[in-house]
């Protein structure tokens, strides 16, 4: 067994040089215009309000002007409808509807890479104000941001597909090795998955694959085959009861959780997946037909679950993985099933892949610091595009500095990221913090497990700074009903109630912007606005200190506003004009190195 698997090169070893290679062959298209069939025709990103629309267009026009992405290409950032949320479902199908009036009949020969960057990231401040997809990481130079990689990491696929789109989310990451003779072909009709083998663990959370026994023996690293029926975040007993779990045959393969445990059992996972085009536009005359939608669909869990001879319409009724239990959910689901029963699911197994989320903070902070294997896979470092004087020895290996400047006498401890910042000499940062968009010229301390990052609003037709401050295990999607039930929220791991009293505030329908049968760490109106970058965030911190320290820091003679007011009001121009001139000063000290 695993005949073509067993190679003098251990798999994390090819994951390293097949990752290294697509990096360079980007890398050689960046800024050059590709010729017709050489890469996507059409790649486009949702946004999932106009505010987001305007900062995602902002950033691309960036981009395309200093020449990070491939040109010659159509790449568009289509808005969802106003109303009610849809999901990345109904954005899918929105994105159809625009294809189609962008396009009329041309599209249907197009290939389209389909990005998902809708919703606030909400478990991942720091992409809130300008979008997950536009996440820098720590690589390349100019950095790279999650756009760039997607785009490198697919970078075969349009040569081996026919018209059609390829679906994925903007903060997951899909490494894999394949033979040197062979690429992954979305040419079958209908729905075609990529799938990688993870962990019982991690298939409860994932969508898992139910195989046709006769389309799997895991003989090579790239193999073919179809889907019996598609599980979405099951339970550990309905994979085995639905014969979704297998067995390695070679312990040195399997799947490990991030350290030395291994388990010989493994599912196989989803990640991004493709439509053909004659399966799209099945779907655009039904979303034609629907008119509106007044729910959130999932691309995932409510297209897929239609799929292959084994799918049921009992999912259609389960709503236990449904964030909102909305009026209409099961009717629209019973129709995606009718529309779609009988459509075959093919999957493209990955047997040398991995499957890497950074949407969380904890996932951000361990996959960019302690992660020793996305580290090799992908060559991540600690120090990238920055200017940091005399830390090679301070920061070693577990901080990550992204598109910063540094003083020689600032700190950053073990497990931190410094992002898009400016920091001072007498700035120490604690262990596992997230720092974003920061300029601090005076003497702070930022906690250990604490999240900061600075937004630039327009309020009166003036530029003005809140700085947002949570911990890092803070719920900021956790939603109580009622004012008596606030005491629910935790702040840095306090009551906000408790923390209410140190800020000289009090519980009211004031205190929370929108919805008030809808409250969370999201509306509770509790950041400063300042006229100053560095006020900004000795203010912010002094909430995060109070805090920590049971020490009184009055609120109620600053103007506060929630995470949601301070995004409502962002200046997009403002924040990217502070990370150009970090851009400019970085491009510069590092041109002089190279003259020295």
């Given at each position: 067994?695993?005949?073509?698997?067993?190679?003098?090169?251990?798999?994390?070893?090819?994951?390293?040089?097949?990752?290294?290679?697509?990096?360079?062959?980007?890398?050689?298209?960046?800024?050059?215009?590709?010729?017709?069939?050489?890469?996507?025709?059409?790649?486009?990103?949702?946004?999932?309000?106009?505010?987001?629309?305007?900062?995602?267009?902002?950033?691309?026009?960036?981009?395309?002007?200093?020449?990070?992405?491939?040109?010659?290409?159509?790449?568009?950032?289509?808005?969802?409808?106003?109303?009610?949320?849809?999901?990345?479902?109904?954005?899918?199908?929105?994105?159809?509807?625009?294809?189609?009036?962008?396009?009329?009949?041309?599209?249907?020969?197009?290939?389209?890479?389909?990005?998902?960057?809708?919703?606030?990231?909400?478990?991942?401040?720091?992409?809130?104000?300008?979008?997950?997809?536009?996440?820098?990481?720590?690589?390349?130079?100019?950095?790279?941001?999650?756009?760039?990689?997607?785009?490198?990491?697919?970078?075969?696929?349009?040569?081996?597909?026919?018209?059609?789109?390829?679906?994925?989310?903007?903060?997951?990451?899909?490494?894999?090795?394949?033979?040197?003779?062979?690429?992954?072909?979305?040419?079958?009709?209908?729905?075609?998955?990529?799938?990688?083998?993870?962990?019982?663990?991690?298939?409860?959370?994932?969508g898992v694959f139910v195989l046709d026994p006769s389309s799997h023996s895991i003989e090579r690293e790239l193999e073919y085959g179809s889907c019996h029926r598609f599980l979405h975040k099951p339970s550990i007993e309905t994979m085995r009861q639905a014969g979704a779990v297998h067995e390695w045959y070679d312990?040195?393969?399997?799947?490990?959780?991030?350290?030395?445990?291994?388990?010989?059992?493994?599912?196989?996972?989803?990640?991004?997946?493709?439509?053909?085009?004659?399966?799209?536009?099945?779907?655009?005359?039904?979303?034609?037909?629907?008119?509106?939608?007044?729910?959130?669909?999932?691309?995932?869990?409510?297209?897929?679950?239609?799929?292959?001879?084994?799918?049921?319409?009992?999912?259609?009724?389960?709503?236990?993985?449904?964030?909102?239990?909305?009026?209409?959910?099961?009717?629209?689901?019973?129709?995606?099933?009718?529309?779609?029963?009988?459509?075959?699911?093919?999957?493209?197994?990955?047997?040398?892949?991995?499957?890497?989320?950074?949407?969380?903070?904890?996932?951000?902070?361990?996959?960019?610091?302690?992660?020793?294997?996305?580290?090799?896979?992908?060559?991540?470092?600690?120090?990238?595009?920055?200017?940091?004087?005399?830390?090679?020895?301070?920061?070693?290996?577990?901080?990550?500095?992204?598109?910063?400047?540094?003083?020689?006498?600032?700190?950053?401890?073990?497990?931190?990221?410094?992002?898009?910042?400016?920091?001072?000499?007498?700035?120490?940062?604690?262990?596992?913090?997230?720092?974003?968009?920061?300029?601090?010229?005076?003497?702070?301390?930022?906690?250990?497990?604490?999240?900061?990052?600075?937004?630039?609003?327009?309020?009166?037709?003036?530029?003005?700074?809140?700085?947002?401050?949570?911990?890092?295990?803070?719920?900021?999607?956790?939603?109580?009903?009622?004012?008596?039930?606030?005491?629910?929220?935790?702040?840095?791991?306090?009551?906000?109630?408790?923390?209410?009293?140190?800020?000289?505030?009090?519980?009211?329908?004031?205190?929370?912007?929108?919805?008030?049968?809808?409250?969370?760490?999201?509306?509770?109106?509790?950041?400063?606005?300042?006229?100053?970058?560095?006020?900004?965030?000795?203010?912010?911190?002094?909430?995060?200190?109070?805090?920590?320290?049971?020490?009184?820091?009055?609120?109620?003679?600053?103007?506060?506003?929630?995470?949601?007011?301070?995004?409502?009001s962002k200046d997009v121009e403002d924040m990217l004009k502070f990370r150009q001139q970090l851009y400019e000063e970085i491009s510069l000290q590092k041109q002089k190195e190279k003259e020295i």
């Amino acid at each position: 067994m695993q005949k073509a698997m067993q190679s003098e090169a251990q798999p994390e070893i090819l994951l390293q040089r097949a990752t290294g290679e697509r990096l360079e062959r980007f890398a050689r298209l960046r800024g050059k215009t590709v010729e017709p069939g050489e890469f996507w025709d059409v790649v486009v990103i949702t946004a999932v309000d106009k505010n987001q629309e305007v900062a995602y267009q902002k950033q691309l026009s960036e981009k395309l002007k200093r020449k990070e992405l491939p040109l010659g290409v159509h790449y568009h950032v289509f808005v969802d409808p106003p109303g009610p949320k849809i999901g990345n479902g109904g954005s899918t199908l929105h994105v159809l509807q625009c294809l189609e009036e962008h396009y009329g009949d041309k599209w249907d020969s197009f290939t389209v890479l389909l990005i998902h960057s809708g919703g606030y990231s909400q478990r991942l401040p720091n992409a809130s104000a300008l979008g997950k997809i536009f996440t820098a990481l720590p690589f390349g130079d100019p950095v790279y941001q999650m756009m760039d990689l997607k785009l490198a990491m697919y970078i075969d696929f349009p040569t081996h597909m026919n018209s059609g789109i390829l679906i994925t989310c903007a903060d997951d990451i899909e490494l894999y090795n394949i033979g040197p003779t062979e690429f992954i072909r979305f040419d079958q009709p209908g729905f075609t998955a990529l799938a990688h083998p993870s962990s019982l663990a991690i298939g409860t959370t994932h969508g898992v694959f139910v195989l046709d026994p006769s389309s799997h023996s895991i003989e090579r690293e790239l193999e073919y085959g179809s889907c019996h029926r598609f599980l979405h975040k099951p339970s550990i007993e309905t994979m085995r009861q639905a014969g979704a779990v297998h067995e390695w045959y070679d312990r040195q393969l399997c799947p490990s959780e991030g350290d030395s445990t291994r388990s010989t059992e493994y599912v196989y996972t989803d990640s991004l997946f493709y439509i053909d085009h004659p399966t799209a536009a099945l779907l655009l005359k039904f979303y034609k037909q629907m008119g509106t939608l007044c729910c959130e669909i999932d691309a995932y869990g409510d297209f897929l679950q239609a799929l292959g001879p084994g799918a049921t319409q009992d999912y259609a009724k389960n709503t236990e993985n449904v964030t909102k239990k909305e009026l209409g959910l099961v009717e629209i689901r019973e129709k995606i099933f009718s529309l779609l029963k009988g459509l075959p699911l093919n999957v493209v197994l990955l047997n040398n892949s991995k499957f890497y989320h950074i949407g969380t903070t904890r996932e951000y902070l361990f996959h960019f610091t302690n992660d020793r294997n996305l580290k090799l896979e992908m060559g991540l470092l600690p120090n990238v595009f920055s200017i940091c004087q005399n830390h090679a020895e301070d920061l070693g290996e577990s901080a990550c500095i992204i598109h910063s400047v540094l003083s020689s006498r600032c700190s950053v401890a073990p497990g931190s990221v410094v992002e898009y910042s400016r920091l001072g000499p007498e700035v120490t940062v604690g262990t596992n913090s997230i720092v974003s968009g920061c300029c601090i010229s005076t003497k702070v301390d930022v906690p250990s497990n604490a999240f900061i990052t600075t937004l630039s609003m327009r309020i009166d037709g003036k530029v003005a700074y809140a700085s947002v401050v949570f911990g890092i295990e803070d719920n900021l999607k956790k939603k109580v009903a009622a004012l008596s039930e606030a005491h629910f929220l935790h702040f840095f791991g306090v009551s906000i109630g408790q923390c209410l009293e140190l800020w000289g505030l009090r519980v009211s329908e004031q205190l929370f912007s929108g919805d008030k049968t809808c409250l969370s760490l999201w509306t509770v109106r509790i950041f400063p606005v300042c006229s100053s970058l560095s006020e900004s965030v000795q203010v912010s911190l002094g909430i995060l200190n109070s805090v920590q320290n049971k020490s009184p820091f009055k609120l109620n003679g600053f103007k506060l506003l929630s995470v949601e007011e301070i995004l409502h009001s962002k200046d997009v121009e403002d924040m990217l004009k502070f990370r150009q001139q970090l851009y400019e000063e970085i491009s510069l000290q590092k041109q002089k190195e190279k003259e020295i």
